[in-house]
């Protein structure tokens, strides 16, 4: 699929990876419909897409209600006519252990609340905007890809019980998805990043960040133009369905 006046949209593509996403795919051409819960990050991410030479909107939503999914999704079709590819890639983090102890004594539980939040918007979000970008695909008869953004995490990460069970849920989800969605020309696949220079790794403290860096093989972060273009890459190539692609500097091997 060439991406030149192709439609793409991107959850959480008002910052951080998304937004890196949106402008590459905006310097090769393709229309970009922007999704996430903050107009100004928004309003800002189509203006830097403006200036690298394609077209932009923003659609505020939350990935995680399906009214609101459902008429964004129908927005997007009806403003550009087409819709060719979504990157799921919006998500949040509770982290917490499932159940810290000290001195003996219980103090802390992952409550239901932090494990429902994570599988409402990673997981369940998701699902939601697989389902309406499949539906206004095949109601606009566009030949596209859905890429669902994953983590390496979805092997299991201390800390991270909500967070790893929905990312694991969102690779589960690419074959599945793969094999439905063929007969009608959607190719789907799922990208599993390993630690990316973001606005949460940045906030980090020096000496928990050297120690990160250094179990890493390639001994450094990956930086969210390497995302960006690993998205471009599926999009481009007509026959890489159903798989997952690591961009981890080999972190899980």
């Known amino acids: 699929m060439k991406l030149q006046d192709t439609v793409i949209a991107i959850t959480g593509g008002g910052q951080g990876l998304g937004r890196a996403m949106a402008e590459y795919l905006a310097a090769k051409g393709a229309k970009l419909a922007l999704i996430d819960l903050m107009q100004d990050k928004l309003d800002a991410a189509v203006a830097a897409c403006q200036a690298a030479g394609s077209e932009a909107r923003a659609y505020v939503c939350n990935v995680a209600k399906e009214d609101e999914v ?6 997007i079709a009806a403003d550009f006519g087409q819709l060719n590819g979504l990157v799921n890639n919006a998500g949040i983090l509770r982290d917490g252990l499932l159940i810290k102890v000290k001195d003996g004594e219980i103090v802390k539980r992952m409550s239901l609340a932090e494990w429902q939040a994570v599988i409402d918007v990673n997981l369940t979000g998701v699902f939601l905007c697989g389902r309406e970008a499949a539906t206004q695909m095949i109601k606009t008869n566009s030949q596209g890809a859905i890429i669902n953004i994953s983590s390496i995490s979805r092997a299991g990460n201390m800390g991270q019980s909500n967070y790893s069970s ?10 599945v998805w793969a094999k439905e969605l063929a007969r009608y020309n959607i190719r789907v696949m799922g990208i599993a990043p390993g630690f990316i220079e973001t606005e949460m790794t940045a906030s980090m403290k020096p000496e928990a960040l050297e120690k990160m860096t250094a179990g890493i093989p390639l001994k450094r972060m990956g930086k969210p133009d390497e995302i960006a273009s690993a998205v471009a890459f599926i999009f481009e190539n007509d026959y890489v369905s159903g798989r997952m692609i690591e961009v981890d500097g080999a972190l899980r091997l």
Not at 166 to 175: E, F
Request: glycine share 6%; no cysteine.
């Open 70 to 75: 459902e008429a964004t999704f129908a927005k």
């Open 166 to 175: 929905a990312k694991a849920g969102v690779a589960a989800m690419v074959p």
